[in-house]
């Protein structure tokens, strides 16, 4: 089992740039999730989805769409990166059954727009 | 809203000593609560949890227990090593909303330095 797996690691936007954060799991569950975290802030919830196809919005879901087309990969877009969104993003995953509450985290990707 | 509050960070400490890092709440329903670590370079990981008030949740020498009357789960260490360094996360989720169990509410996190 890989867990989950997000990429890239790193990676440097410019304002305006759009780009597509990956994140897959291998375990099967149902429900995925988004936060980004930022210093001093923890982790805040941006999208999450309780099964493909689909998906609502989180605490932060302001300029990131998502989308859940199987239940392996939920990945999160910027369409139009702005200095706000620099930040580290994980994903994480975690069933809908028994044990609902225990969430698996990816690495995380740190993201800078400039 | 449901939130987390957590002591101010960073903490150093030497090798043996005894942790506490303080974890207040404030929620509504009745929340579970958790501790998640993440070490140098990775993810968060589950370290401990309670779902009920009075249960003590414990994993690698860590406890905490879940205290409805001063709403708190503070977590407890009797002698750390230099490898429980790392940023400590305080959370909760409330199982009684739809879809609550899966979306966590976080405090900051404390930075934990632990010295040989």
């Known amino acids: 089992n890989a867990g989950v797996t997000q990429t890239p690691k790193f990676q440097v936007l410019k304002t305006g740039q759009s780009m597509t954060l990956q994140c897959a799991q291998d375990?099967?569950?149902?429900?995925m999730s988004w936060y980004r975290q930022d210093p001093g802030m923890g982790l805040r919830l941006i999208h999450y989805s309780v099964g493909a196809g689909i998906t609502d919005q989180g605490e932060v879901p302001n300029g990131y769409n998502v989308s859940r087309s199987t239940t392996e990969d939920f990945p999160l877009r910027l369409l139009s990166a702005a200095p706000s969104q620099t930040s580290v993003y994980f994903c994480a995953s975690t069933y809908s059954g028994v044990d609902t509450d225990t969430q698996y985290f990816g690495p995380g990707t740190r993201l800078t727009v400039l | 809203g449901d939130s987390v509050t957590q002591m101010e960070g960073p903490v150093t400490l030497s090798e043996e000593a005894f942790l506490t890092i303080n974890c207040t709440y404030t929620a509504t329903g009745y929340p579970s609560l958790f501790w998640y670590v993440q070490y140098p370079g990775e993810g968060l990981q589950l370290l401990l949890k309670a779902t009920k008030a009075d249960d003590k949740g414990s994993n690698k020498g860590f406890e905490a227990t879940y205290r409805k009357e001063t709403t708190s789960f503070h977590l407890e260490k009797g002698s750390v090593q230099v490898s429980d360094s790392a940023v400590y996360f305080c959370?909760?989720?409330?199982?009684?909303?739809?879809?609550?169990?899966?979306?966590?509410?976080f405090g900051q996190g404390t930075r934990l330095t632990i010295n040989p």
């Open positions: 959370a909760l989720s409330d199982p009684g909303r739809t879809g609550g169990a899966q979306k966590l509410v």
């Open positions: 375990m099967n569950h149902e429900y």
